[in-house]
């Protein structure tokens, strides 16, 4: 069962291209996070959007751009990126209930190389 | 200063056989909560358990449990009776209290502990 997806998995672009990443959550959540994963590096929490509304915006470079349509959708607009930006980024959405207990759960990931 | 440590970068277990991960946290809130996730080489990390600070009992969760000892602020899993398919990365993270207002709770995750299961 997959109850957060992403797409693309894979994605290869150059320095100058831009490209988005799309997360869709079907879970009934109202919030969604956007999170980096480096190679030998905890994951990083990049955004957060509770009820559509950005909450966090975690000293991200601006050539990443998040947007939130409605509390289903989240994407990731990329562009001008560099070579230490390739990354498996992952996109997880929670309750949002405010409790401790508020689980994330994460989607599959899209594998991003920047050449 | 790190907020969540684990201390073992690779870990090793027969099949069949239990296995402690090992997860220190440090914060001054009263009031959080714990988790692991798995995340197999495929990429997706999957919830497996939770642990709350005011929780008096061990969290469990199928053949997953949680040793948590407040006072050593350390939330170790136990996986038992290993199979083929435990074989994957494994975090702790941690959920602090509700700062600023907000209603969502930051998630801060350690570097995780790389399991093998030997057949």
């Known amino acids: 069962e997959t109850g957060v997806t992403q797409t693309p998995r894979h994605l290869v672009m150059g320095m100058t291209n831009k490209k988005s990443l799309k997360c869709e959550q079907h879970l009934g959540h109202n919030a969604m996070y956007w999170y980096k994963q480096s190679a030998k590096k905890p994951l990083e929490l990049m955004f957060v959007y509770s009820l559509e509304e950005r909450v966090e915006n975690n000293s991200v470079p601006s050539r990443f751009s998040p947007e939130c349509p409605n509390s289903s959708h989240l994407f990731l607009h990329l562009h001008t990126l560099q070579p230490e930006d390739s990354a498996l980024y992952l996109c997880?959405?929670?309750?949002?209930?405010?409790?401790?207990?508020?689980?994330?759960?994460f989607g599959p990931g899209t594998r991003l190389t920047v050449l | 200063a790190q907020k969540i440590t684990q201390t073992q970068p690779g870990m090793f277990v027969q099949e069949k056989e239990a296995v402690t991960l090992d997860c220190t946290y440090d914060?001054?809130?009263?009031?959080?909560?714990l988790f692991w996730y798995k995340q197999p080489s495929s990429g997706e990390m999957i919830f497996l358990i939770y642990?709350?600070?005011?929780?008096?009992q061990n969290a469990t969760e199928g053949r997953y449990s949680l040793n948590f000892q407040k006072a050593r602020k350390s939330a170790n899993l136990v996986i038992s009776a290993s199979q083929l398919g435990d074989s994957a990365m494994y975090f702790c993270?941690?959920?602090?209290?509700?700062?600023?207002?907000?209603?969502?709770?930051?998630?801060?995750f350690g570097q995780g502990t790389i399991l093998t299961v030997h057949p």
């Open positions: 997880a959405s929670s309750q949002d209930s405010g409790l401790r207990t508020d689980t994330q759960y």
């Open positions: 642990q709350g600070s005011y929780d008096e």
């Open positions: 993270a941690m959920r602090e209290a509700n700062a600023g207002g907000t209603s969502y709770g930051k998630l801060t």
């Open positions: 914060t001054s809130d009263q009031s959080y909560g």
